[in-house]
């Protein structure tokens, strides 16, 4: 089975969000179960320049685009048995970001293109297109109106991955003629009021839809979440399955993680040295029976933040805990917990940095992880947590709610805490029950036992990837 991944980033190369791990982690797994999977991704300029060291040049081709005739480069990396394929082009892709510019609907079109270009000068006849978010949703539209009648892709199948709803890729229709060569033949299938919404192309096209948990699979069928393709969605059926994300278990494993401070596998009495150390690099008191909460997040509204925010004040007023946030995002969040911070020096450190060493020791460190997001596809966050035996506060939501399960302490069930409604107090309280139990060793020992002995690895997800591939080409 031949499988070419498309999608916008991946690790290690590059990454802004959640998106870029599951690139680097799923194919791993399904090229150990015998699937012969590549992966495709633009050359940004913020590739590290140890990769880019790496790469060979293999070829190039021209992409036209309307009018434009666009160089395309074609470079290689072997990286842990897969190959990657980096589509070269200064002009769309030697910027400082990966998004955020005015012409990214010129530029990922220019991307999709090139992957359908790039195949054939690979010599790669993919069995699946596997593409991932807006950024490659065009590419099995592109399949059907371009390609369909050329015997090199005529068997090709595409599987389209939404890793997030929200962000659509939405550009004015006209661009879809200009760049893209569709006439109005295609307009019910991209046409977002009055504009051209990539996202509903990859859905519209693809073979199979999947997502990153069964409830968001759900959850997106509602008008609440769809964000005006609930209609959509819904009309697919059995052709849209959740498939909740797992993480590299390789790379995140406490026992031989580089990053953290001290290794560990379920000693608790290990683990504390971390939670000790992270203390005093944070110039935070050291004290290691005070329960230790940290947030790992993008600071955007989406996490749930305004929750905290209101209730903050009172937590670091009244109970002996101490927080540490992590992470950069909206101007407005960044400020508000610098100051916070300020008012509760030896309670509360904000870390607005990004930085993946240090978010590996608060998972480490931490012994309970706050998570109260609105929405939550899938989450990678709450996994990474729950291998190094942090235990999770979340809301039921998504991946959250697939991953994440209250704790019964008469049963000795669950591996954290939940709450349902979006709301502050909610919230507050079931931080307050987590801070109980982790007064209570015997509950404590038996909630991270719960947390360390979940499978958190691809296997299982990977197995029905491949069940999915199998199903599109052999119908």
Known sequence: ??????????????????????IGALPKELFSSGVDVRVILPKYRGIAQQYRDAMTHIGEVYVHLGWRRQYCGIERIIHEGIPIYFIDNEYYFGRDNVYGYMDDGERFSFFNKAVLQVMRELDFQA???????????????????????????????TVFTIHNLLYQGIFPYDMLNDLLGLDNRYYLGVEYYGNASFMK???????????????????????????????????????????????????????????????????LDEKIENKIALQKELHLPVAPKIPLISMVTRLVDSKGLDLLIRTLDELLYYDE???????????????????????????????????????????????????????????????????????????????????????????????????????????????????????????????????????????????????????????
Not at 141 to 157: V, W
Request: net charge negative; with cysteine.
């Open 127 to 157: 069995d699946v297109l596997h593409c991932h978010d807006w950024h490659t949703a065009m590419i099995p539209l592109l399949l059907e109106a371009h390609y369909r009648d050329d015997p090199f892709y005529a068997n090709m199948n």
């Open 201 to 267: 192309a990859g859905i519209r096209y693809s073979d199979h839809v999947t997502t990153v948990s069964p409830t968001y699979a759900k959850e997106i069928q509602t008008a609440h979440y769809g964000y005006g393709l609930e209609g959509l969605l819904t009309s697919l059926g059995d052709k849209l399955s959740g498939i909740i994300n797992g993480i590299d278990a390789t790379s995140y494993n406490p026992a031989n993680d580089p990053y953290i401070y001290s290794n560990y596998d379920t000693n």
């Open 321 to 475: 805990v101490q927080v540490v946030i992590l992470g950069t995002g909206d101007a407005y969040y960044e400020q508000w917990f610098r100051e916070a911070a300020k008012r509760y020096p030896n309670k509360l450190s904000a870390q607005i940095i990004f930085s993946e060493g240090l978010s590996r020791k608060c998972y480490a460190a931490s012994d309970i992880f706050l998570m109260p997001s609105k929405f939550e596809p899938c989450g990678i966050s709450q996994l990474l947590a729950l291998r190094y035996g942090s235990i999770p506060v979340v809301r039921e939501t998504g991946g959250l709610n697939d991953t994440v399960h209250a704790y019964n302490e008469f049963t000795g069930e669950g591996n954290g805490f939940t709450f349902g409604a979006f709301n502050a107090h909610d919230m507050m309280h079931t931080i307050r029950r987590a801070v109980s139990f982790y007064h209570q060793p015997e509950h404590w020992r038996q909630i991270t036992n719960n947390a360390f002995s979940g499978d958190y690895s691809w296997n299982v997800s990977a197995r029905e990837y491949i069940d999915i591939y199998e199903r599109v080409i052999g119908e």
């Open 1 to 22: 089975m031949k499988v070419l991944f498309a999608a916008a980033e991946s690790t290690p190369f590059i990454k802004t969000g959640g998106l870029a791990d599951v």
